[in-house]
């Protein structure tokens, strides 16, 4: 499964960016699709997650009722729509893709969100 990220720029505090993944290759493992991000000197940290068939969705609590995740299984490509952004949410995001619950296997190149203040 290859990942491909885009939908990353710069905006200002309180703006608005839609981030996409698009997915090949055997997307018919996939167990659920997700966005991490990686801050400057922080560690990868989890966003958010929605498994591929049944939609069910988890948000870190940073980004609870800013950011919602969507999925368009036809194209097998998820989106992710972020709102209010803050300078506290830039960051290098990357998108990954899990064949189980237990683990993302498969990881795209991030893409920069930087929210300027």
């Known amino acids: 499964v290859q990942l491909q990220a885009s939908g990353g720029g710069l905006v200002q505090t309180g703006g608005s960016l839609r981030l996409s993944c698009a997915a090949s290759?055997?997307?018919?493992?996939?167990?659920?699709m997700g966005w991490f991000r990686q801050a400057p000197g922080k560690e990868r940290e989890f966003v958010v997650h929605?498994?591929?068939?049944?939609?069910?969705?988890t948000y870190a609590d940073s980004v609870k009722g800013r950011f919602t995740i969507s999925r368009d299984n036809a194209e097998n490509t998820v989106y992710l729509q972020m709102n209010s952004l803050k300078p506290e949410d830039t960051a290098v995001y990357y998108c990954?893709?899990?064949?189980?619950?237990?683990?993302?296997?498969?990881w795209g190149r991030g893409t920069l969100v930087t929210v300027s203040s």
């Open positions: 929605i498994t591929w068939s049944g939609g069910m969705t």
């Open positions: 290759g055997r997307t018919f493992r996939l167990y659920k």
């Open positions: 990954a893709a899990a064949a189980s619950p237990l683990r993302y296997n498969y």
